[in-house]
């Protein structure tokens, strides 16, 4: 059986980290294989073979990411295998975006039924003119700095955004896959009725956030955002069902100060105030969870993947909701990839209910 294009495309991927992810240093395929595991040269061979590839085991894909997330790894002598608890921060993060693209293209070798025949949607393209608006919360004043109040002669008004990383990586995003269309970005007490009618993105929660909580209120989505005496330093999801659900962060300490993992949510329906134009919501509990959701749609290497599992799950629907996980790592939130076991938390239309 022909190798698949999936098969094709991992095997290309392992042969050029080895051969080109640091110019500076060649890495023959002994080399790998002694560092890897003291195996022998020739299974990473048949890996990287250009027609007809091997598949390799999971956990050895998993140390291929930890070799190359870093350049430690060729340095002081032959080519070695640092220990997890040896990576610095940055490097741990590298090799979390390493190892999720190695086993998201060995997933889809294991796995091809789950792409549908047809390619994949492009959330973020649209068909039609607009306009689009990015609806951001203001910070407060006592959180949002000197260099946000208009007085101050260095006065910058994106100091009193909030979600500035999500808002910078979704906008691009938007203006690039709609060239013509007008994208505008606006903090919320600065909404004006006319950007209301059109395409609205809601960015972040409803705390600093009227026009999120009110539109929020005008949706049929059963996934409502609440406080919780639990989480102090951000509003949890919580699911309209008999038994109440509630979808909680996960911290690395007692404190509740090192985040291990957040909840984000990506929900789009028809505009409530204009039905021919969408109404989109990423959200989470903190704002790695809002990054979390805007990436799920926007990272080059996740993107078309997760685009996938939206036209499998929700096929023609104009209204999804989705609360899914954000692996923090070195205090960066990870890409979710909506086909890895245990990433989406919860998922709901109105042809589907919810699950």
């Known amino acids: ?149 208009p007085d101050n002669p260095n006065y910058t008004e994106l100091q009193s955004f909030a979600d500035l990383d999500s808002l910078v990586e979704l906008w691009g995003h938007i203006r690039s896959e709609n060239p013509a269309m007008e994208v505008a970005f606006k903090a919320s007490p600065k909404v004006e009725t006319d950007d209301l009618s059109g395409h609205l993105v809601l960015l972040g929660g409803i705390a600093w956030n009227e026009v999120t909580q009110r539109l929020s209120e005008m949706t049929p989505l059963p996934v409502r955002q609440v406080r919780d005496p639990e989480v102090e330093t951000g509003e949890i999801f919580v699911i309209d069902d008999n038994g109440g659900r509630r979808f909680l962060p996960a911290w690395r300490d007692d404190e509740h100060k090192n985040l291990a993992e957040d909840v984000g949510f990506l929900a789009r329906i028809p505009n409530p105030l204009n039905t021919n134009r969408t109404l989109t ?39 999804f909701a989705i609360l899914l996980r954000v692996p923090v790592i070195g205090a960066r939130a990870m890409t979710p990839d909506l086909n890895a076991h245990g990433c989406v938390l919860y998922q709901w239309s109105p042809e589907g209910n919810g699950k």
């Open 281 to 319: 919501i990423c959200n989470g509990v903190h704002s790695r969870g809002v990054l979390g959701a805007v990436r799920s749609l926007t990272d080059k290497r996740l993107r078309e993947s997760n685009e996938q599992y939206i036209s499998q799950n929700f096929g023609n629907s104009r209204s």
């Open 1 to 149: 059986m022909a190798p698949s294009p999936a098969h094709l495309r991992l095997a290309e991927r392992l042969r050029a980290l080895r051969q080109e992810r640091w110019p500076d240093h060649h890495v023959t395929q002994a080399a790998l294989a002694t560092a890897l595991g003291n195996f022998a040269a020739a299974s990473v061979s048949s890996w990287e073979h250009p027609t007809a590839p091997k598949l390799p085991p999971s956990d050895r894909l998993r140390t291929y990411a930890r070799f190359f997330a870093t350049h430690r790894s060729v340095e002081g002598g032959e080519p070695h295998l640092l220990a997890p608890d040896e990576l610095t921060e940055d490097e741990k993060v590298a090799y979390q975006e390493l190892a999720e693209e190695l086993l998201s293209l060995r997933n889809e070798v294991r796995n091809p039924a789950r792409k549908p025949d047809v390619p994949p949607q492009k959330s973020w393209r649209f068909a039609d003119a607009g306009p689009l608006t990015i609806v951001c919360a203001q910070l407060p004043e006592e959180v949002a700095g000197s260099f946000a109040d």
